[in-house]
T-cell receptor, first 115, second 111 residues
Framework: DAGVIQSPRHEVTEMGQEVTLRCKPISGHDYLFWYRQTMMRGLELLIYFNNNVPIDDSGMPEDRFSAKMPNASFSTLKIQPSEPRDSAVYFC?????????????FGQGTRLTVV | EDQVTQSPEALRLQEGESSSLNCSYTVSGLRGLFWYRQDPGKGPEFLFTLYSAGEEKEKERLKATLTKKESFLHITAPKPEDSATYLCAVALDGGFQKLVFGTGTRLLVSP
């Protein structure tokens, strides 16, 4: 398996524009996570899905952020409208079962810059 | 508020110079503590999970230990390829899915 695949790797956009980040989890994994990483706050969980259903979105910063998982092999994180403070690296991760003992596999991340 | 603090923020070692990284936590209910390694430009990579105080796990030159208030990642005779950022995270009551991460320790091992 190629691992968790995220696209694009880098995104530069202007304030106010819509941004869509994409993720393909590892085949067979039933949990999918979206994280955001910044120097100041580290790695923060935004939302996670189980069997394509959003379970907890309490980490989503505000209504400008939305995430979907239309099927087991694809998820999107959308920011509309984007703001400079959204600049960060966004990671998608997937795991099989409750990741208490099993590991979560992370993608390479999308570096978002909002100017 | 649940909090995870890692120290030091950065650590520079000579090859072969053993040391320890610290992860202290103040959480309402700990279900597990995770260690991850992150290389520049990449996502975190899983190293260990510890579940209860007194537990220890080893992998090559790394050894993780857990007490009721903190965890240590001991690095024995490190090599330059051990250079990375090491992240710890805690899983709280309610499930292992919600991980609270520390901000990491950047380790640089010089030859």
């Amino acid at each position: 398996d190629a691992g968790v695949i995220q696209s694009p790797r880098h995104e530069v956009t202007e304030m106010g524009q819509e941004v869509t980040l994409r993720c393909k989890p590892i085949s067979g994994h039933d949990y999918l996570f979206w994280y955001r990483q910044t120097m100041m706050r580290g790695l923060e969980l935004l939302i996670y899905f189980n069997n394509n259903v959003p379970i907890d979105d309490s980490g989503m910063p505000e209504d400008r952020f939305s995430a979907k998982m239309p099927n087991a092999s694809f998820s999107t994180l959308k920011i509309q409208p984007s703001e400079p403070r959204d600049s960060a690296v966004y990671f998608c991760a997937s795991s099989f079962g409750d990741p208490g003992g099993t590991e979560a596999f992370f993608g390479q991340g999308t570096r978002l810059t909002v100017v | 508020e649940d909090q995870v603090t890692q120290s030091p923020e950065a650590l520079r070692l000579q090859e072969g110079e053993s040391s320890s990284l610290n992860c202290s936590y103040t959480v309402s209910g700990l279900r597990g503590l995770f260690w991850y390694r992150q290389d520049p430009g990449k996502g975190p990579e899983f190293l260990f999970t510890l579940y209860s105080a007194g537990e220890e796990k080893e992998k090559e030159r790394l050894k993780a230990t857990l007490t009721k208030k903190e965890s240590f990642l001991h690095i024995t005779a490190p090599k330059p390829e051990d250079s990375a950022t090491y992240l710890c995270a805690v899983a709280l009551d309610g499930g292992f899915q919600k991980l609270v991460f520390g901000t990491g320790t950047r380790l640089l091992v010089s030859p």
